[in-house]
């Protein structure tokens, strides 16, 4: 299975959103983060995006909850090729703020690339 192209010789990533870690994150907020960073992936022109729903679809829910906040290659190598990804990115937030109302949210996107086996780190604040 190939990366898809666009007919005139460039190629389309394959890219997957596979999910959020989330520490003392009131869970009334969690779906509205993830509705976020679909929209982050999913408006980015020249590639292919998934959402965490086919992920789980090809793997099993056990296997992505698994991959979110590892390091462990092999499991993230073997999630991208079963899926069909070139990369998979996951979220690890906590919430930082010493108001029980307020959110503050620091952490990391991660972005595995399965051709080059390298993690990519970004952070949150």
Known sequence: DQPRSRGRGDVYKRQAFIGTKFTKVPEVHHDRINLRFHRLFSEQMGIVYMGPNPVKDSV???????AIGT???DLLARIAQDSGADHLFFAILDNQSQHEDRVMLVGNVVRYDLETNLFYRMEVL
């Open 60 to 66: 099993g829910q056990m296997a992505v909850d698994s």
């Open 71 to 73: 390091s462990e290659k």
